[in-house]
């Protein structure tokens, strides 16, 4: 099973400020990786797929770069709405078996 | 507009089953895979598994084989997650979830608002 390893746990920074936030993948994912947010009491929110490219209705201030096995999020002006927790995802699909993993996330404070 | 409206919450006993529902609207229901999420309390999301509604074809992720079962009704736009065997460890937010496209890959674009799971003695 790929293990996704997100850093830092924690990273607090201010309105305005740029964000970086890294995930690494035990094997290479090719460019199968995702980043969710998710606020607290709510549902994942999808930002980024297949490594870099944007989900419907997703701000460009978040962009998404990396692929084998080293990821970044890259928040670039951040708004009081961005702070939240982060997760990257690795998913694939191999008939008959479909592999989904999570990283552990990466809480965004102010 | 695409919706998923689960069943509420529920409180189990350890070794109890437990069935949760996903009522879909705003699409054709047999158009997408509908996968299931967990979130135990504090922790990170974890995938469960998929139903293709059309033909009603699982796959499972390994850690929940032989526990997990997922269904669907056509008639009511509706799937279900069924666990049983249930721990402690299983207390967690039930997500049902299906992505924009077609295909079965796990990009999750559309969520449910989750079920709590208690499972306590």
């Known amino acids: 099973e790929i293990v996704l390893t997100q850093s830092p746990g924690t990273l607090s920074l201010s309105p305005g400020e740029r964000a970086t936030l890294s995930c690494r993948a035990s094997?290479?994912?090719?460019?199968?990786l995702a980043w969710y947010q998710q606020q607290p009491g709510q549902a994942p929110r999808l930002l980024i797929y297949?490594?870099?490219g944007r989900a419907t209705g997703i701000p460009d201030r978040f962009s998404g770069s990396g692929s084998g096995t080293d990821f970044t999020l890259t928040i670039s002006r951040l708004q009081p709405e961005d702070f939240a927790v982060y997760y990257c995802?690795?998913?694939?699909?191999?008939?008959?078996?479909?592999?989904?993993?999570f990283g552990q996330g990466t809480k965004l404070e102010i | 507009q695409v919706q998923l409206v689960q069943s509420g919450a529920e409180v189990k006993k350890p070794g109890a089953s437990v069935k949760v529902s996903c009522k879909a609207s705003?699409?054709?229901?047999?158009?997408?895979?509908m996968h299931w999420v967990r979130q135990a309390p504090g922790q990170g999301l974890e995938w469960m598994g998929t139903?293709?509604?059309?033909?009603?074809?699982?796959i499972y992720a390994q850690k929940f084989q032989g526990r997990v079962t997922m269904t669907r009704d056509t008639s009511t736009s509706t799937v279900y997650m069924e666990l049983s065997s249930l721990r402690s460890e299983d207390t967690a937010v039930y997500y049902c979830?299906?992505?924009?496209?077609?295909?079965?890959?796990?990009?999750?674009?559309?969520w449910g608002q989750g079920t709590l799971v208690t499972v306590s003695s």
């Open positions: 979830a299906r992505r924009n496209y077609g295909g079965n890959l796990p990009l999750l674009d559309y």
């Open positions: 139903i293709n509604p059309s033909g009603g074809i699982t």
């Open positions: 094997q290479s994912v090719g460019n199968s």
């Open positions: 995802q690795h998913y694939g699909s191999s008939p008959p078996t479909i592999s989904c993993t």
């Open positions: 705003g699409y054709t229901f047999t158009s997408y895979y």
């Open positions: 297949g490594a870099s």
